[in-house]
């Protein structure tokens, strides 16, 4: 048997599989098949491995059959998290209180979700990336490794905003370049592209793709110069790809 510590009024359903040194808190409920690493931390009230239910009106939920969650050795899950089954984190992820990662996501290693941060079906996001307090990334979302997005950031999918059949056809997330950095409360509409190592201000609206290593600001977001060179991914010292 691994070396779990346990709180209170935890259930841990039939066929879940929990590493060594894990520490579980109070009222967590761990569903069927979920796969645990070693060394990984659960905060109180957290569920996972939650089975997704569409509304009647849902137009991008299906109920299908899902592979277990599985969290990555190392991980810190903080208090009141829901992560859904069919979701998939790397080794030494952290994510915040009350964060919500939904069902065919998936999560590269050392990224961190922040407090109140939902991440929608569908989903992939890199290693290494920061998504801050309150950001929502909607269904269908890609996020390259070392991307950076502030607080309260939106993803947009819909061009229709839900209106006829034919938008059923277009569901797209926006797709973020390696290294790219979106600032606090912007918003990016559904399919565009942010270039790699492409800054977004604060407050803006992105509207079209934008190219790589320059920085954007306004509604709709405009080109105002070139990314400083010491501000560019390959010159951090926490990256890892360095010839």
Same mark, same amino acid.
């Given at each position: ?5 346990? $709180?209170?009024? @935890?259930? %841990? #359903?039939? =066929? !879940?599989? &929990?590493?060594?040194?894990?520490? /579980?808190?109070?009222?967590?409920? *761990? ?94 996001? $890199?290693?290494? @990336?920061? %998504? #801050?307090? =309150? !950001?929502? &990334?909607?269904?269908?979302?890609? /996020?390259?490794?070392?991307?950076? *997005? ?94």
């Amino acid at each position: 048997m691994p070396n779990i510590e346990k $709180g209170i009024n @935890v259930i %841990i #359903e039939d =066929g !879940a599989k &929990i590493g060594d040194n894990c520490v /579980i808190g109070h009222n967590v409920v *761990i569903h069927r098949g979920v796969i645990i690493g070693d060394d990984v931390t659960i905060g109180d009230n957290t569920v996972l491995g939650k089975e997704p239910f569409a509304a009647s009106t849902s137009a991008t939920t299906s109920i299908e059959e899902l592979k277990p969650l599985s969290l990555g050795s190392g991980t810190t899950i903080g208090a009141s998290c829901v992560i859904y089954k069919g979701a998939s984190l790397g080794e030494k992820c952290f994510v915040g209180d009350l964060a919500t990662i939904r069902e065919k996501t998936t999560i590269g290693e050392k990224t961190i979700v922040g407090k109140g941060a939902t991440v929608e079906n569908g989903t992939s996001v $890199g290693k290494r @990336v920061k %998504i #801050e307090t =309150g !950001a929502y &990334i909607t269904a269908f979302s890609t /996020i390259e490794d070392y991307c950076f *997005i502030a607080p309260e950031v939106t993803f947009t999918n819909d061009n229709y905003l839900g209106r006829t059949e034919e938008r059923k056809k277009h569901f797209k997330g926006p797709t973020l370049r390696k290294g790219a950095r979106i600032g606090a409360n912007a918003t990016l509409l559904p399919g565009v592209t942010v270039g790699e190592d492409a800054l977004v201000a604060a407050g803006s609206v992105v509207t079209k793709d934008l190219a790589p290593r320059k920085i954007y600001a306004g509604i709709p977001a405009k080109f105002i110069r070139d990314v400083p060179q010491e501000q560019l991914i390959e010159e951090q010292a926490f990256y890892e790809e360095r010839e």
